[in-house]
């Protein structure tokens, strides 16, 4: 079991950059790959970025590489994203999510189990 709860979202100018992190409970945290994904009005989740338990594996999306890092703390319990270049279809709520599975590269939103509630990321051209 593991909560989630993001934070950092808000509104900045195309170009700009901002970071979000996850703040998870659970004793296991350490055990889970964590991802973060994102979802625009109308449109289905889509996976943005992963990286394992260990924090030595990361996979993004192709259409975000070069503009994003995801990162993981786990002493603080905590996962980052970091976006650059943001563009106004970055424009979504994104959330963090945690995979109990060993298996990396996972994409799909089903393969993640426990989910925060979304922060808000606006873009303003």
């Known amino acids: 079991q593991v909560q989630l709860v993001e934070s950092g979202g808000g509104l900045v100018q195309a170009g700009g950059s901002l970071s979000l992190s996850c703040a998870a409970s659970?004793?296991?945290?350490?055990?889970?790959?964590m991802a973060w994904f994102r979802q625009a009005p109308g449109k289905e989740r889509e996976f943005v970025a992963g990286?394992?338990?260990?924090?030595?594996?990361?996979w993004y999306a192709d259409s975000e590489k070069g503009r994003l890092t995801i990162s993981r703390d786990n002493a603080r319990k905590t996962v980052f994203l970091q976006m650059h270049s943001l563009k106004p279809e970055d424009t979504a709520v994104y959330y963090c999510?945690?995979?109990?599975?060993?298996?990396?590269?996972?994409?799909?939103?089903?393969?993640?189990?426990?989910w925060g509630q979304g922060t808000q990321v606006t873009v303003s051209s």
């Open positions: 659970g004793r296991t945290f350490s055990n889970y790959a």
């Open positions: 990286i394992d338990w260990r924090g030595l594996r990361t």
């Open positions: 999510a945690a995979d109990l599975s060993l298996v990396a590269n996972r994409r799909r939103p089903n393969d993640y189990e426990y």
